[in-house]
């Protein structure tokens, strides 16, 4: 099946500062791409959905200028999460799709532990 | 709208024997059925999906699921389960018209020696 690469796969970061996550579709181009969140023993949490060299979508109650997504091109798409405060610890997501493929499966990358201390 | 119910957060059962996870849905469209597993500490896997066709899908070690439109049901099958399939399993549903996954909350399968 197609590989999505998520880097890094941990991080520790200070209170206030930003933490860039990434998420590269490794052997297909991805014209969708998702990222959620997943608190411990719970379901993921779509965050926003980004189409590549358009402006992401997000849900509601997302903070759009906290976690700041950017989806340059089809094999690569970046979450930032600015000035990062410990409620901002959590398991990040991101999954793929190539919609031109018609229907597919959504393939998922190693998700990222980010802990904010 | 469309929504996923799993109605077992934890399922405890002794190896070799059979299990079933239920999963249940609603839409207002069409939609295709996934199940994915996820290991500690890892992103999900695809275990499963259907899409079209037979309403019976299996995987490659040995689960299946089978799709129920009247009953709006995809639940997932093991007839003897191991201890290797201890771990987090999500029914999700994508609609036809869109790109969107909507997962339910997640069962908790422990395989018990």
């Known amino acids: 099946g197609a590989v999505v690469s998520q880097h890094p796969s941990r991080v520790i970061c200070k209170s206030g500062t930003s933490v860039k996550i990434e998420c590269r579709s490794l052997d297909f181009q991805a014209t969708t791409m998702f990222w959620y969140r997943q608190f411990p023993k719970q379901s993921l949490m779509l965050m926003a959905t980004s189409n590549e060299g358009s402006k992401a979508t997000y849900e509601q109650g997302v903070e759009k200028d906290k976690f700041l997504i950017n989806h340059a091109s089809l094999t690569l798409s970046t979450l930032t999460v600015t000035s990062a405060h410990p409620e901002d610890s959590s398991f990040y997501i991101c999954?793929?799709?190539?919609?031109?493929?018609?229907?597919?499966?959504?393939?998922f990358g190693q998700g990222t532990r980010l802990t904010v201390v | 709208a469309q929504s996923v119910t799993q109605l077992d957060s934890q399922v405890p059962v002794f190896e070799e024997a059979p299990v079933e996870l239920r999963c249940n849905y609603s839409s207002s469209v069409s939609v295709y059925l996934f199940w994915y597993v996820q290991y500690p500490n890892q992103g999900l896997q695809l275990l499963l999906k259907?899409?079209?066709?037979?309403?019976l899908v299996e995987s490659i070690n040995g689960f299946e699921a089978e799709f129920n439109k009247s009953q709006t049901s995809f639940h997932l099958r093991k007839p003897s389960v191991h201890i290797s399939d201890t771990a987090e399993y999500f029914c999700?549903?994508?609609?036809?018209?869109?790109?969107?996954?909507?997962f339910g909350t997640g069962t908790s399968l422990t395989v018990i020696p």
């Open positions: 999954s793929a799709r190539d919609l031109r493929k018609g229907v597919g499966e959504a393939f």
């Open positions: 259907y899409l079209s066709g037979s309403t």
């Open positions: 999700a549903v994508s609609p036809n018209t869109g790109n969107q996954f909507y």
